[in-house]
């Protein structure tokens, strides 16, 4: 998609609907620069949960605080970045294997309506 940077591990899948609510994003004439998808992605009531959209002369109510508390989580950590190594791929697999995420995680269905 056009104006979208995907933050998900390859081959990941990205739910219809959620994908249907990106496009008509995509389409705001308010959209200012590309929007960023994260791992959580999937549709909501009013914006796709997972979206960060930046907007010029605009604030979209629905998009801001959609499905707060799903699991997305910013750390400040004591590293410094000349301490990180050249490829992260192994620390990102070690954080993804320790960390719960998706659907797949809970007991029942939670999906909206």
Do not use: Y
């Not at 990205?14 to 994003?25: L, P, T």
């Not at 994260?38 to 979206?51: C, E, F, I, N």
């Not at 190594?85 to 939670?110: C, K, T, W, Y």
């Amino acid at each position: 998609m056009r104006h979208v940077k995907v933050w998900l591990a390859q081959d990941t899948p990205i739910e219809d609907k959620a994908q249907e609510q990106i496009q008509a994003m995509i389409e705001l004439p308010i959209l200012a620069g590309h929007i960023a998808i994260m791992p959580d992605v999937h549709w909501g009531k009013g914006a796709t949960v997972g979206s960060v959209i930046p907007t010029v002369g605009a604030i979209i109510p629905a998009a801001v605080g959609v499905d707060i508390g799903c699991g997305m989580a910013a750390v400040q950590t004591t590293v410094r970045a000349d301490q990180l190594p050249d490829n992260l791929s192994l620390m990102r697999d070690a954080i993804e294997d320790a960390i719960p995420v998706g659907f797949h995680e809970h007991e029942q269905d939670r999906a909206h309506d």
